[in-house]
């Protein structure tokens, strides 16, 4: 039996433009439907912004959140002695509960 065609037989060449379409539907699909949301789930926490509070103020509201506050003293020019000068992570980040927290106050310059 003698083949009439030089290439691959056009069945073949079809299915694989199907297969290859509905992979890019998928992948689109998928794509999608997995944007977030904007919601945090059950097991992170929203951390406010702290900055300018005291340490003990930030403390407080961090164990509010169930999570576990540490100081960082750190010299600076712009922010008064014992205020928190940052927190990380920062605020509006999602933080695991009983996740540490680290607020950086400022301390006197020796």
């Known amino acids: ?5 030089s290439g691959p037989p ?5 299915a694989g433009v ?7 539907a998928s992948v689109l699909f998928w794509a999608i439907t997995m944007q977030p ?3 945090v789930s059950a097991g992170s926490r929203i951390v406010p912004d702290l900055s300018g509070m005291t340490f003990d103020r930030a403390k407080q509201e ?3 959140l169930d ?4 100081q960082s003293p750190e010299s600076s020019a712009e922010v008064a002695e014992g205020l928190v000068i940052r927190s990380d992570p920062g605020p509006t980040s999602p933080s695991r509960r009983r996740r540490r927290s680290s607020c950086t106050c400022r301390r006197v310059p020796r």
């Not at 039996?1 to 065609?5: E, H, I």
Request: aromatic share 8%; charged share 20%; hydrophobic share 65%.
């Open 37 to 39: 949301r904007g919601e």
């Open 67 to 70: 999570l576990v506050a540490k």
């Open 18 to 24: 199907a297969l290859l379409a509905i992979l890019i």
């Open 1 to 5: 039996m003698t083949r009439t065609q």
């Open 10 to 14: 056009i069945v073949w060449i079809w």
């Open 62 to 64: 961090l164990e509010a």
